[in-house]
């Protein structure tokens, strides 16, 4: 399996995740603190940390351990989620996508973004308390489990004995693990953050001969004892990417009183049990406070006993699972270059049957046209995807912007399941983003205003998607102050745009702000009023065969529309003029 | 990634990957380092890219080793061999 294929489907999956987070965390902060948007935060941190691991990206892992600590805190109900925590969970989560960036080499660690996570893992930890403390959790910059110590080291407390207080894993991974790209050893490493390991134990199973091994195929069997704050399902869960690949067993013990299995038959048995002593050894021989532990201890937190709190949330992500298949972005744009070859093809054939007068073969053709432009129509349909999820990422911009900005925002979306071309959705969030803020920071008036004018405090933003007439409009829309035409007309004339006597229509006026260079802010400031944006909004809305425009009354609110086509992919043909009349250009 | 007889040991050095894309080609020479039925010390000094297929690979030239009743083991390996080793409960592989 390719590598870096893996890392882009780990970095997409991961992306998505920190999505679902943000937007489950904003739901909470709305007022809508449901189990399940708590299980979906938890489910997110810890499948980051999990897949995090088996790429070795081991600052990823450190951190999110915090993260999915907290969270599971909060869904055992251990820990209230406050309004403060939210905050929090929500630049932990920017953290998290930093911190991927900087795995993959893009960004480089600068002294802010070590302070800054240095800031969040002591809030995470003043949330955690004491059975948390980030020394006994692994360090962002130390390998979590994978560290020098390693699994086999000796555990920094020992288990209280008596009852059963650990469990005896034994895990025989299937021969397909290696040829789906995952790595035995990644989840013995990511087992062992989970608790205090006191031994562990591995061999090869029906290996066979020299001539016959298939080095490709896994044969490996690992058996341990774990301690620590995890239950059965926790193990569980952190097997579950290959819970149809291995034999998982998973039986609890007295970890004091196990020694190495005699009942595995291995080339290995003589083989001394590891850190055997080290388990037996009384808690109080144990050393107080290692240095730098490699793995959590029994006081960090157990991560993802996913299931039985989680069972109807596992369930939607199985069915989901079945439901949508993830495809290549280029795989899928070959597809659509085929089928438009295919189209070509196609009319040339009609053509031909056209010219032969061949019934039979104009029937043919027909039946096949009417084939292909459905087969063109699904394909097409394949690239069209909901920008919900583009609109529900202005739900942060706006949540930060006005607390920046001391408003009082409601967004309100509507038409998120509009549909519209991959391509599209993925060009226009930047000019999105660009009259998002700009409504926010100019059009919606301060409160203080806003009371002057007789309006609520709490400014309205509308983000609006629709079908119309082939296209595909999308509206931002404000209850602000609206546009100021007679300041944009001297704006105008002082910046030399129109000389003073022109004579220019209100929507002439009202477009004069797409001109570069242009603003009628009274003020800088660092989100916008630099003149810089609506020209850019206006080029790439063009580039996308669109077009803008404004609406806006003094006083009531500005209404921009952005009308797009349905799609970039495949044009049946171009309209033109031609001397007084239009003609279809196939 | 080469074979030389020692103090009647073969030292099998192994190049700086043994992983799932190497093994397959690293097989050649594990049948040449014990077809000659004696001690193997493998070599790893070199080996910077080890993941849980190189490992099964190390495992599974001990078990060829012992089945025609020669020893083998690890000599000088980094610290991501080390630390997988560990993991895995399987340090005392680690030889000379």
């Known amino acids: ?586 | 990634m080469s074979l030389e007889l020692t103090d009647g040991r073969v030292v099998w050095t192994l190049p700086s990957e043994v992983n799932i894309y190497s093994v397959a080609e690293l097989k050649t020479s594990m049948n040449a380092a014990l077809v000659q039925k004696r001690d193997v010390v493998c070599q790893m000094k070199q080996v910077e890219d080890f993941d849980g297929a190189g490992l099964q690979f190390l495992m599974a030239g001990r078990e060829f080793a012992a089945q025609q009743n020669c020893g083998f083991a690890v000599s000088k390996p980094g610290p991501d061999v080390v630390d997988a080793l560990q993991a895995m409960g399987l340090s005392n592989m680690i030889g000379e």
Request: glycine share 10%; aromatic share 4%.
């Open chain 1, 1 to 586: 399996m390719n590598l870096d294929a893996a890392l882009a489907a780990f970095e997409d999956e991961a992306r998505e995740l920190l999505t679902d987070m943000e937007s489950s965390l904003l739901s909470i902060e709305g007022g809508q603190a449901e189990a399940g948007a708590i299980n979906a935060i938890f489910r997110a941190a810890h499948t980051i940390k999990g897949s995090s691991g088996m790429f070795g990206l081991d600052s990823v892992v450190a951190f999110t351990h915090h993260v999915e600590s907290l969270m599971d805190d909060v869904r055992n109900g251990t820990t209230q989620l406050t309004t403060e925590m939210v905050s929090l969970l929500l630049k932990c989560g920017d953290h998290i996508g930093f911190l991927i960036n900087e795995a993959l080499g893009r960004v480089p660690r600068g002294e802010t973004e070590a302070q800054r996570e240095t800031v969040l893992l002591a809030g995470l930890a003043a949330f955690l308390g004491d059975a948390h403390a980030p020394a006994d959790a692994p360090h962002a910059n130390e390998a979590p489990a994978a560290g020098s110590g390693g699994p086999s080291q000796p555990a920094p407390t020992a288990p209280s004995g008596g009852d059963n207080d650990g469990f005896h894993v034994r895990v025989h991974f299937g021969t397909g693990v290696f040829g789906e790209g995952m790595d035995p050893l990644s989840f013995i490493r990511y087992l062992a953050t989970l608790g205090t390991v006191h031994w562990v134990h591995s061999d090869l199973v029906e290996l066979g001969t020299m001539e016959t091994f298939d080095p490709e195929a896994c044969y490996i069997r690992t058996e341990l004892v774990i301690s620590g704050k995890l239950d059965e399902d926790s193990i569980r869960a952190a097997f579950e990417f290959i819970e149809d690949q291995c034999d998982l067993t998973i039986t609890p013990c007295v970890c004091a009183l196990t020694t190495e299995p005699g009942s595995v038959p291995s080339a290995t048995a003589t083989e001394p049990a590891q850190a055997v002593t080290a388990a037996a050894t009384p808690a109080a021989a144990a050393p107080p406070k290692p240095a730098a532990p490699a793995v959590p201890t029994a006081g960090a937190k157990a991560a993802a006993p996913a299931v039985p709190a989680d069972s109807g949330a596992k369930a939607d992500a199985k069915s989901a699972d079945n439901k949508f298949l993830r495809v290549e972005a280029d795989k899928l744009d070959q597809l659509i270059n085929l089928i438009g070859e295919l189209v070509i093809a196609g009319a040339s054939s009609t053509l031909i049957a056209n010219s032969l007068r061949s019934q039979e073969m104009m029937e043919a053709t027909s039946n096949v046209s009417t084939l292909v432009e459905a087969i063109r129509d699904t394909a097409l349909n394949l690239r069209m995807v909901q920008i919900g999820a583009t609109f529900s990422r202005f739900q942060r911009v706006v949540r930060d912007l006005s607390q920046e900005l001391g408003k009082e925002i409601d967004l309100q979306i509507s038409g998120a399941d509009t549909e519209l071309d991959k391509s599209v959705v993925e060009k226009i969030a930047d000019p999105l983003t660009h009259l998002v803020r700009n409504s926010l920071d100019h059009g919606i008036e301060s409160r203080e205003r806003r009371i002057e004018a007789g309006k609520s405090v709490v400014g309205i933003l509308q983000l609006h998607a629709y079908h119309e007439s082939g296209s595909i409009v999308i509206e931002v829309a404000d209850d602000g102050g609206g546009l100021n035409l007679d300041k944009i007309k001297a704006k105008a004339i002082e910046r030399g745009l129109i000389t003073p006597n022109a004579s220019l229509t209100p929507r002439e006026i009202q477009n004069l702000i797409f001109e570069p260079g242009f603003s009628t802010a009274d003020a800088v400031t660092n989100l916008s009023g630099r003149g810089v944006g609506m020209d850019v909004v206006r080029q790439n809305i063009q580039s996308l065969r669109g077009t803008i425009e404004l609406d806006s009354e003094l006083g009531v609110g500005t209404i921009t529309r952005i009308r797009l086509p349905l799609t970039l992919a495949i044009i049946d043909g171009f309209l033109v003029g031609v001397g007084d009349g239009p003609t279809w250009c196939p």
